[in-house]
């Protein structure tokens, strides 16, 4: 018997594949890291039968964006899938193609994210977590799992993803699984393989931005400076930066900027930049001391 994930490229073969055991996903767009791989150890912990999905999902990319030139390699990331703690015998790589997963066209009905979808990420890129919803909902109904996982990575995606969920009754847990990042403080995203040696300094502005203003909140800053310093460090580091957001973990409201955050209150500090061409978004929780 192979050891190897059934690879499913249909709804037919992913139907067959599926077995009738508590169900663990993880929904990936490809370019698999080890971000991606630490989602699916969280899935292989919960799960008795892993499902990862490989789709890039036109809906959620802008027609000026990188939908074209966004890395695929499906041979590399079924062998990155397979060995201990991962992918076995039993478990499912989806990889649709988009006829497959829009046999109608692209949808006339969609999953709106509502007040979620309009700010920062949103605000940036028009329609993108409609898109990201609507495949969303659409795995799930495929894939039928028990346990859904989704990167703090993407946290608008994450807190978007778990009110859906909510709102629309769909019968799955949302599991947040931490941002992986490289030793100098990177987060790990599949858009990194775009930076060049010279880019690669400028973007640790991001993480660094983000312990400076997480520093702040423990010290006791309020929100505004919080906001302020966490941008001129940013803009220090050469990166040009798209937001710097301070929000509600559940609502991705933004926190007042004159009241005083009550002690061990916490947020979402969550900030998005370019480096060159090259769009990277990244964040941490701040908790006030
Ligand atoms: O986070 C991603 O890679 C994508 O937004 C997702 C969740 C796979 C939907 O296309």
């Given at each position: 018997?192979t ?54 999902n ?33 478990d ?14 692209d949808p ?21 977590l ?9 795995l ?15 946290v ?9 969920v909510?709102?629309?009754d ?43 203003g ?5 010290g ?7 906001r302020?310093l ?5 803009v ?13 973990p ?6 007042p ?14 900030v998005?930049g ?16």
């Open positions: 018997m050891s190897a994930p059934t690879l499913a490229r249909t709804r037919a073969e992913l139907d067959l594949a599926l077995r009738p055991v508590p169900r663990a996903v993880v929904m990936t767009m490809g370019a698999l890291h080890d971000g991606h791989l630490s989602l699916v150890r969280e899935a292989r912990s919960r799960g008795e039968q892993v499902v990862v999905t490989i789709f890039v036109p809906l959620q990319f802008a027609p000026a964006e990188d939908l074209d030139r966004y890395p695929r390699d499906l041979a590399g990331d079924l062998e990155r899938l397979t060995g201990p703690g991962l992918l076995g015998a039993g499912v790589v989806f990889a649709p193609e988009r006829s497959e997963v829009y046999p109608d066209g006339v009905v969609r999953v709106a994210a509502g007040a979620i979808g309009d700010v920062y990420e949103g605000a940036v890129r028009p329609g993108h409609d898109g990201v919803l609507t495949v969303v909902l659409k799930m109904h495929l894939t039928r799992p028990a346990f859904a996982l989704f990167g703090r990575k993407d608008q995606q994450l807190v978007a993803v778990a009110r859906m909510r709102d629309l769909v019968d799955l847990t949302v599991v947040p699984v931490p941002t992986v990042r490289d030793a100098d403080g990177l987060a790990l995203s599949s858009r990194n393989a775009y930076l060049t040696a010279e880019q690669r300094p400028v973007a640790l502005g991001l993480s660094r931005a983000l312990a400076a997480e520093r702040a909140a423990a006791g800053a309020g929100p505004a400076a919080v302020a966490t941008r001129e460090v940013l220090a580091a050469g990166v040009d930066p798209d937001y710097v957001a301070l929000v509600d559940e609502t991705f409201g933004d926190v900027e004159d009241t005083a955050p009550q002690t061990g209150s916490v947020a979402v500090l969550a998005a370019r480096v060159g061409d090259t769009r990277l978004i990244d964040n941490t929780d701040v908790r006030w001391a």
